[in-house]
């Protein structure tokens, strides 16, 4: 079934009353306990192997760009053309970071390097959702006290708050420079699959 949300679709099903995740390291009741089922019944995460999901492990720019990627669907990138000389042929991220770059989620750390295995954090996690969603102008005040005017990610983050896809570390703070966590992410995509 596909979801329309904001202003773009993600090609998800819902998660079943009762559904379970089968990922041992998942336990019951925990805020990303649902998203994480949700996201491994849509094959957006298989896990990291030995039936683990590892939500408290940082989360690198090639798993992000690549769950963004499968929740809409896994579309084929309409360009061969691929401006990172730090992305190869045959990876699992390769077509995900075509898409991206080409649909503008992501410009990459330089024009030449998306720098796959760095460490994606909170500011870049809900900056790639924002671009997803077209960059709708966000309405109503900054919540947090450390997310400055004029940032990168400074009207990412207000959407992100005013759709309830986040609502910080704190109340008054987001931490835009924490690394953003496996759990996180599938949470914050969850969160957009539901508007």
């Keep these: 079934a596909t979801t329309s949300t904001l202003d773009y679709e993600f090609d998800v099903v819902p998660v079943q009353s009762g559904a379970k995740v089968s990922f041992v390291d998942v336990p019951d009741a925990q805020y990303y306990t649902k998203p994480v089922t949700w996201a ?19 989360c690198n720019r090639a798993q992000m760009v690549t769950f963004l990627w499968r929740a809409v ?13 730090d992305v190869k042929k045959g990876e699992f991220y390769y077509n995900a970071v075509l898409w991206a770059s080409e649909n503008g989620i992501t410009t990459g750390t330089t024009k030449t ?23 709708p102008g966000p309405t109503g005040k900054n ?48 969160r957009c699959a539901q508007k």
């Excluded at 491994?40 to 940082?58: C, E, K, L």
């Design 40 to 58: 491994a019944t849509n094959n957006i995460t298989t896990g990291v192997g030995n039936n683990r999901f590892a939500p408290m492990d940082d």
């Design 143 to 190: 919540p947090f006290k450390d997310v400055k005017s004029g940032q990168y990610y400074t009207d990412a983050v207000r959407w992100a708050s005013q759709n309830e896809i986040t609502t910080g570390t704190t109340k008054t703070t987001f931490a835009p420079d924490n690394a953003c966590t496996r759990s996180q992410i599938v949470t914050f995509l969850y």
């Design 73 to 85: 669907g896994s579309p084929d990138p309409k360009s061969t053309q691929n401006p990172f000389t």
């Design 113 to 135: 390097t998306f720098e796959p295995n760095a460490t994606v954090n909170r500011a870049q996690a809900v900056t790639f959702l924002w671009r997803l969603a077209e960059q």
